[in-house]
């Protein structure tokens, strides 16, 4: 039995949908603000300050691992409603999040691990969601958008390491980082800016993040704010990824002349 920690983005429908084919037995803790998944038999739709239900759930039904996957937005932790294991965890957790999400993150998988259950990587059943390195469409970048792509990367090494900031878009100088309100929230920051045109967007996580957690996500959606916006192409790190919508994504990434490339672990051109 698996356990489905699933917030917003549509990549947990993309893990449940395999789960399914795979004939996995699995159980879902639903912290998506719509609560999407409500009409699943085998969802529980439950607080993100209920540390204590959420682990007896986990108990009861013989789960001995989780899997996080989708978009789950900071708390005010002021106004969470605690039980009892959360109001005893909770100040491990405030004082992890001064950090930065990815530090927040790695205190709740650690939790997860006192109480004797393992979280395993967002991709264990979805591992062709992992573009390894390469380009995947038909466009190249140019010398401008390699130094670009060059700007972005160090602008984001510039960050905290435990940040949430997972992306950055680059023209001649960074032009906006992404903030925890995520890419879409940027990508209408930079409309508003004319030299953005022809930038390159750079998503990799960081430095400090564990990799079974919250990796960098695009589809067809983020290369559509990409042609909008007026970008000339993504950069994403190798196997460290979510691509979602593979097909329908390349295929507009080439009608529309962006290029969507894969880099290895040295970064820079």
């Not at 005010?76 to 109001?87: E, R």
Request: hydrophobic content about 35%; proline content about 3%.
């Amino acid at each position: 039995m698996i356990g489905l920690i699933f917030g917003d983005t549509d990549f947990p429908k993309e893990i449940l949908k395999t789960v399914k084919k795979r004939k996995i037995k699995y159980l879902i803790i639903d912290l998506s603000k719509s609560k999407k998944f409500k009409k699943d038999r085998k969802s529980y739709s439950v607080s993100i300050g209920q540390f204590g239900k959420i682990i007896n759930i986990l108990k009861e039904n013989n789960c001995k691992k989780v899997l996080f996957a989708g978009k789950v937005n900071k708390p005010n932790f002021s106004k969470l409603k605690l039980d009892l294991k959360g109001i005893y965890y909770i100040p491990r957790i405030i004082k992890k999040s001064k950090l930065g999400d990815a530090a927040l993150l790695k205190e709740v998988i650690n939790i997860f691990k006192n109480e004797k259950i393992k979280t395993i990587s967002s991709t264990a059943y979805t591992p062709e969601l992992n573009l390894s390195k390469g380009n995947y469409s038909k466009h190249r970048p140019d010398k401008q958008d390699k130094a670009d792509k060059n700007c972005a990367w160090r602008a984001l090494n510039k960050t905290n390491q435990y940040s949430h900031i997972q992306g950055a878009i680059s023209k001649d100088a960074v032009v906006t980082l992404e903030k925890q309100e995520g890419t879409q929230k940027m990508f209408k920051k930079i409309k508003k800016i004319k030299n953005v045109l022809g930038g390159v967007l750079v998503k990799f996580p960081k430095k400090k993040q564990d990799f079974r957690v919250d990796l960098p996500t695009v589809g067809l959606s983020t290369l559509k704010q990409c042609k909008n916006a007026g970008l000339k192409g993504i950069v994403l790190r190798h196997k460290k990824n979510i691509f979602l919508d593979k097909k329908d994504s390349i295929n507009f990434a080439n009608r529309n002349k962006i290029f969507i490339l894969v880099k290895w672990r040295n970064f820079l051109f």
